[in-house]
Every structure is written in structure tokens, then in C-alpha cells.
């Protein structure tokens, strides 16, 4: 189905780009002043870019992956994916704030996804219960 193609390509295009958040975050995030993270729980841009490139891009990718191929956790992964990336974006806003286009891209984005997870898996409901 198409919508599922489509899922497929944002999840994957959200986790390479969650890479390549984590590859900076991880490297220093050399002009993203420490100054935005006080008030919170960390001291550096280390941990949140572990978390991004340990966590969220690999189920973003899986997910993607899981659609693309039509396996059977691709569902469950999606909606988890959707969820993610939706809290992610949230709490780091709550975090430094609006900083950047990226961040209202990316939470659009996210619910999308999740919008389009949720047919999914009401579809997959409504499959279930004409099959019973």
C-alpha cells in the first residue's frame, strides 16, 4: 500500500538524519552553545547524541525496514518510531528551546509518521476481525 511506502521512506529518512544529529552531538556540537542545556540533566551534548544514534536511529531504520519488507513487527516498530520521534522533539524543545527549522520539520514529520502508523495498525484491526 502506498501509505505504507511512504511511512517506510519518512521513518528511514528520519533515522539517517537522526545519524547524522548524533554524529555532531557525539562529535561536541561545537555551535550549540552548553548554555541551552541548564536546567537540565546534562552537562554536554554526549548523552542525548548516544541516545539518537543508539536508540532513535536504529528504530527508525528498523521500522523502515520492517515496512519496506512488510514484516510483521513493522507495525509495532512504526508506532513505537512515530511515538519517538514526536517525544523526542518535544523534550528537546522543552530542553534548549526553538533553535532551529528543523525541529517543527522533524515534529511534523513525527506526527505524520504516527498518524500514519495508528491507520495502519486500525487497518491491520479491521483485517484481523473480517478474517475471524
Same mark, same amino acid.
Given at each position: 500500500?502506498?501509505?505504507?511506502?511512504?511511512?517506510?521512506?519518512?521513518?528511514?529518512?528520519?533515522?539517517?538524519?537522526?545519524?547524522?544529529?548524533?554524529?555532531?552531538?557525539?562529535?561536541?556540537?561545537?555551535? &550549540?552553545?552548553?548554555?541551552?542545556?541548564?536546567?537540565?540533566?546534562? =552537562? +554536554?551534548? *554526549?548523552? /542525548?547524541? !548516544?541516545?539518537?544514534?543508539? $536508540?532513535?536511529?536504529?528504530?527508525?531504520?528498523?521500522?523502515?525496514?520492517?515496512?519496506?519488507?512488510?514484516?510483521?513487527?513493522?507495525?509495532?516498530?512504526?508506532?513505537?518510531?512515530?511515538?519517538?520521534?514526536?517525544? &523526542?522533539?518535544?523534550?528537546?524543545?522543552?530542553?534548549?528551546?526553538? =533553535? +532551529?527549522? *528543523?525541529? /517543527?520539520? !522533524?515534529?511534523?514529520?513525527? $506526527?505524520?509518521?504516527?498518524?500514519?502508523?495508528?491507520?495502519?495498525?486500525?487497518?491491520?484491526?479491521?483485517?484481523?476481525?473480517?478474517?475471524?
Amino acid at each position: 500500500m502506498a501509505e505504507d511506502r511512504a511511512l517506510a521512506v519518512l521513518d528511514a529518512v528520519v533515522g539517517v538524519s537522526a545519524i547524522g544529529g548524533a554524529t555532531y552531538a557525539v562529535g561536541g556540537a561545537p555551535q &550549540w552553545p552548553r548554555e541551552w542545556l541548564e536546567g537540565s540533566p546534562f =552537562r +554536554s551534548y *554526549l548523552v /542525548p547524541g !548516544l541516545v539518537l544514534g543508539l $536508540v532513535h536511529a536504529p528504530l527508525d531504520l528498523a521500522a523502515g525496514y520492517a515496512l519496506w519488507r512488510r514484516r510483521p513487527e513493522a507495525t509495532a516498530l512504526a508506532l513505537t518510531s512515530g511515538a519517538v520521534q514526536v517525544g &523526542w522533539i518535544a523534550t528537546q524543545y522543552r530542553i534548549i528551546g526553538l =533553535r +532551529s527549522f *528543523l525541529q /517543527p520539520l !522533524l515534529g511534523v514529520v513525527g $506526527v505524520v509518521s504516527l498518524a500514519l502508523a495508528v491507520r495502519r495498525a486500525r487497518r491491520e484491526g479491521c483485517d484481523r476481525q473480517r478474517a475471524a
